[in-house]
């Protein structure tokens, strides 16, 4: 069973920088694409950014140049590093991680419970 918990979420001003962190607990963290999305009040959710197995990134292009996904299989962990933030980056944001086995063609998905962050003066 894989397990999301996700922290760092806080207030901070425009401008100001945030990391959110992504622990996971379960086995087979390396085979796991990783994401974050969020979202805001009234608002679908939305992808932020998401890490292949191998390492490739995607970012939505409201975010790029100012947040970095990464992982480190080792400590089983995600990151978002968010800079230069914006009022309008207000919203929950949600760990996820994915994964297709080939092998029985069976889609597994798991979300976090989500944290708060909150872009204000």
């Known amino acids: 069973q894989v397990q999301l918990v996700e922290s760092g979420g806080a207030l901070v001003q425009p401008g100001g920088s945030l990391r959110l962190s992504c622990a996971v607990s379960?086995?087979?963290?390396?085979?796991?694409?990783m994401a974050w999305y969020r979202q805001a009040p009234g608002k679908q959710r939305e992808l932020v950014a998401r890490?292949?197995?191998?390492?490739?990134?995607n970012c939505a292009d409201s975010v790029k140049g100012r947040f970095t996904i990464s992982r480190d299989n080792a400590k089983n962990t995600v990151y978002l590093q968010m800079n230069s933030l914006k009022p309008e980056d207000t919203a929950v944001y949600y760990c996820n991680a994915d994964r297709f086995d080939v092998s029985d063609r069976y889609r597994r998905n798991y979300w976090g419970q989500g944290t708060q962050v909150t872009v204000s003066s």
């Open positions: 890490i292949s197995t191998g390492g490739i990134i």
């Open positions: 379960g086995s087979r963290f390396s085979s796991y694409a």
